[in-house]
Nanobody, 128 residues
Framework: QVQLVESGGGLVQTGGSLRLSCDDSGRTFNGYTMGWFRRAPGKDREFVSGVTWNGAKTEYADFVKGRFTISRDNAKNTMYLQMNDLSPEDTAVYYC?????????????????????WGQGTQVTVSS
């Protein structure tokens, strides 16, 4: 069973960087499309970025293009989100998720209901 645990969140100043990690403690990470989502205060959960099972294809929301980089290390069962040039608008709880319907697929879904397993989230706060 996929069990996802996020880490790496925290408080950072505008322009700073953070790297989030998503660890699959259930050791079933490999083979699935994975994604990062976020939920800002008072807003719905939204897609941030996704990566295919082998890391060959990535997808980004327009508001993070050029600032965030998604990657994964299947040998370590871990996915990452490198976040640079952060702004207060990036303040949110960040979640990683697994789309188990896309096994060995080159597709990346951006709709939250396409993802089946979720972590508990990690808080990212960017001060102005």
């Amino acid at each position: 069973q996929v069990q996802l645990v996020e880490s790496g969140g925290g408080l950072v100043q505008t322009g700073g960087s953070l790297r989030l990690s998503c660890d699959d403690s259930g050791r079933t990470f490999n083979g699935y499309t994975m994604g990062w989502f976020r939920r800002a205060p008072g807003k719905d959960r939204e897609f941030v970025s996704g990566v295919t099972w082998n890391g060959a294809k990535t997808e980004y929301a327009d508001f993070v293009k050029g600032r965030f980089t998604i990657s994964r290390d299947n040998a370590k069962n871990t996915m990452y989100l490198q976040m640079n040039d952060l702004s207060p608008e990036d303040t949110a709880v960040y979640y990683c998720a697994a789309d188990i319907s896309r096994h060995l697929s080159d597709q990346i879904a951006t709709y939250i209901y396409d993802y089946d397993y979720w972590g508990q989230g990690t808080q990212v706060t960017v001060s102005s």
